[in-house]
Nanobody, 120 residues
Framework: LQLGESGGGLVQPGGSLELSCVGS????????LAWFRQAPGKEREGLSC????GDPIDYEVRFTASRDNAKKTAYLQMEYLKPEDTGIYYC??????????????????WGQGTQVTVSA
């Protein structure tokens, strides 16, 4: 299963951004999809996981995950962005969100990441 993120870029503090994650196979529709962020010099941290039923488990109140199985796509809507939100954002897939999320170790499939920079 291959995943590909898009939607990153430069945004001003207080702004919003929506990231997308497209899966290469139908299998993605039966997978839990999670979003992680890796800030410079920091470990990868879990932000949100959306179950196969479409229920989001959001660890960051400003961010909301969703999915469209017909498009094999997951989304991460981010609001009120701060400079400390800067980092590389990854999506990942697993059989379930309950593989130790928000730890990244339970997710075997990963995208290449998309850079988000929050700066004035």
């Amino acid at each position: 299963l291959q995943l590909g993120e898009s939607g990153g870029g430069l945004v001003q503090p207080g702004g919003s951004l929506e990231l997308s994650c497209v899966g290469s196979e139908d299998e993605v529709s039966y997978s839990a999809l999670a979003w992680f962020r890796q800030a410079p010099g920091k470990e990868r941290e879990g932000l949100s996981c959306i179950t196969t039923a479409g229920d989001p488990i959001d660890y960051e109140v400003r961010f909301t995950a969703s999915r469209d199985n017909a498009k094999k796509t997951a989304y991460l809507q981010m609001e009120y962005l701060k400079p400390e939100d800067t980092g590389i954002y990854y999506c990942a897939a697993a059989d379930t969100c309950w593989n130790g999320f928000p730890a990244p170790t339970g997710f075997p499939s990963w995208g290449q990441g998309t850079q988000v920079t929050v700066s004035a």
